[in-house]
């Protein structure tokens, strides 16, 4: 009992410090303009990050988590057997090592295990991605880029939930 009660103080002993925190960051925010407009901005980043979630997230998963051998294989062969994962000062990641195959659209977020919702990621690019769903714009960026790194033939389009995999066996393959 004793414990119990000592639990319920340690967490409104945390609760008070965790709020008198939050009020000394906002004291803070409000007597310097400029660290009110970080947390504004902070804050935007935070909700404007979740919005492809909520517009495009489905928590239907699709029940094989694991891409096939043979989808990882033409997943990393189509993107030349290095990282697609592309910044707007460095460019493209040039690693070619450990690659593993990504969800585009994560998983856990009703993306499809299938080579069209594949992408080719070093694992620090693909630790970096995390679950992060990408807005549309960002996908049609990946799709133009690709055009120029793909084999002939092969198509860039990203599907974010296929109801069945892509059919394998189209003439890039060999
Ligand atoms: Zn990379």
Request: net charge positive; hydrophobic share 40%; proline share 6%.
């Amino acid at each position: 009992m004793t414990e119990l009660l000592n639990l319920g103080s340690g967490v409104e002993l945390a609760g008070d410090v965790f709020g008198g925190l939050m009020d000394g960051i906002l004291e803070q925010a409000a007597a310097e303009p400029w660290l009110g407009a970080l947390v504004g901005l902070l804050l935007v980043h935070a909700v404007v990050r979740r919005i492809p979630g909520l517009l495009h997230g489905r928590s239907r998963r699709d029940p094989q988590r694991c891409f096939l051998r043979a989808d990882k294989r033409l997943i990393l062969r189509r993107a030349g057997h290095r990282c697609e994962h592309h910044s707007w000062l460095g460019g493209r990641c040039g690693a070619t090592e450990d690659l593993q195959a990504d969800h585009v659209h994560p998983h856990s977020r009703g993306g499809s295990t299938s080579v069209a919702n594949g992408q080719a990621l070093c694992p620090r690019h693909n630790t970096r991605k995390a679950a992060r769903v990408l807005w549309d714009w960002e996908l049609r960026r990946l799709e133009r880029r690709r055009a120029a790194y793909f084999p002939a033939g092969a198509p860039t389009a990203v599907v974010r939930h296929a109801d069945r995999p892509a059919p394998i066996g189209p003439p890039y393959l060999g």
